[in-house]
């Protein structure tokens, strides 16, 4: 299995970005995927998470505006980023679970996970 993200970069505060996470050796139709990230100096938190059924669900901070969608025939997960702040820099991981999960995916354990892709987001 591997995930690939892309789409991360330097922004004004306000601005948006869109991140992209291409996977391969796993159908991101199947079960739990998610976006996490980690600051510098702080813990990994989960982002935003959407399950084989298309349920989804957000870490309150990021609610209205972050958007986590995924392509099927493309097998990429997404993450939209709108209205950014300069809270919001981090590194940005995509994560898949291998197996089914019918709980809140925010609550599942992951066991893929991409590289990372770098978002700075300045005042």
């Known amino acids: 299995v591997q995930l690939v993200e892309s789409g991360g970069g330097s922004v004004q505060a306000g601005g948006s970005l869109r991140l992209s996470c291409a996977a391969s050796?796993?159908?991101?139709?199947?079960?739990?995927m998610g976006w996490f990230r980690q600051a510098a100096g702080k813990e990994r938190e989960g982002v935003a998470f959407i399950r084989g059924d298309s349920r989804l669900s957000y870490e309150d901070s990021v609610k209205a505006r972050f958007t986590i969608s995924k392509d099927n025939a493309k097998n990429t997960l997404y993450l939209q980023m709108n209205s950014l702040k300069p809270e919001d820099t981090a590194m940005y991981y995509c994560a898949a679970k291998a197996g089914p999960y019918f709980g809140d995916c925010s609550r599942a354990t992951y066991n893929y996970w991409g590289q990372g892709t770098q978002v700075t987001v300045s005042s």
């Open positions: 050796g796993y159908s991101v139709s199947s079960y739990c």
